[in-house]
Nanobody
């Protein structure tokens, strides 16, 4: 049973920073597409950032480029999302997601659709006040 556990959410003022963590019960070094999604009440889930764990490339949705950084620690099977210069529009529940394989190139496309991902965490709430 694969488990993903997010942590690090909280409440910050606009311009602040948070670092989300996702502890994974998988061998991340064996090649997973892992991503962060976010979802607000009544909204569809939106892909924020993705990384193929056997490569170095990272992918972001336009609204977070230059502010968010996705990274991995394969030795500890942990995924991170560093979020800087937060705005109230970043307020959402953030989810960690993973799917085994198939390639770095496809992982970029997977960010556009949550249905590609097999495993999900329970989410961590991020609230940004103005």
């Amino acid at each position: 049973q694969v488990q993903l556990g997010e942590s690090g959410g909280g409440s910050v003022q606009a311009g602040g920073s948070l670092r989300l963590s996702c502890a994974a019960s998988i061998n991340m070094g064996s090649g997973y597409c892992m991503a962060w999604f976010r979802q607000g009440t009544g909204s569809e889930r939106e892909g924020v950032a993705a990384i193929y764990t056997s490569g170095d490339n990272t992918y972001y949705t336009d609204s977070v480029k230059g502010r968010f950084t996705i990274s991995q620690d394969n030795a500890n099977n942990t995924l991170y999302l560093q979020m800087n210069n937060l705005t109230p529009e970043d307020t959402d529940m953030y989810y960690c997601a993973a799917v085994k394989g198939p390639s770095d190139k496809l992982c970029r496309g997977f960010l556009t659709y949550d249905g590609y991902f097999t495993y999900w965490g329970q989410g961590t709430q991020v609230t940004v006040s103005s």
